[in-house]
């Protein structure tokens, strides 16, 4: 005849003790019920698995520290906080993701708006080079100086109303040459 297994008390006190052979019976009796439990949980075996050995682990390390009155209680208890710890780390995991991913984005479009506008400067810089000479002078002085109509005039030594028409006839130029970038002229000035 086999001898009587010892109930859960018994088995908490051997356990305070440091009985191994306590903790091995415990761990036999309750590893696939708190398994399953984590399981249905989790759906997740690894994590299920991961949370279950951290149990019994935190229960054979800290055997000393703890009075349990009833093991499966304990165990129960146990087995849910780390569950719910569980989700809250991966609740952190994920806002830290979207987070991270959010900021990759508005980086890649910010790189993005940086290599259009460098095209655009580019293509521009090209429009300046087809514009009569006369006519470059007295965009650039505008555009790129932001010098007023009249000191233009007084500068180049020409009438407000020549300066006027260089500068509508550069526009017109340049609004045929960028016209492909026209549309994202307009979103990088709106941004």
Known sequence: ??????????????LKAGDRDAFVVI????????????????????????????????????????NIENLNAYLSASLKYEVLDHFRSQSVHRKHD???AESLGRSIDHTQDIL????????????????????????EMSRNQGLPTKEISRQL??????????????LKILRLKLKDFLYLAALLLLS
């Open 157 to 170: 030594d020409i009438t407000p109303k020549t300066v006027e028409f260089h500068i509508s006839k550069a």
């Open 116 to 139: 259009g506008f460098d095209e655009l400067y580019r293509e521009l810089q090209k429009g300046l080079e087809h514009l009569p000479e006369k006519c470059r002078l007295v965009f």
């Open 98 to 100: 979207r987070n991270l």
């Open 1 to 14: 005849m086999s001898a009587a297994l010892p109930d859960d008390a018994q088995l908490a006190a051997r």
């Open 27 to 66: 761990y036999q009796r309750y590893w696939e019920k708190l398994y399953a439990f984590a399981y249905a949980r989790l759906q997740s075996k690894e994590a299920a698995e991961d949370i279950v050995q951290d149990i019994f682990i935190r229960l054979w390390s800290h055997r000393a520290e703890r």
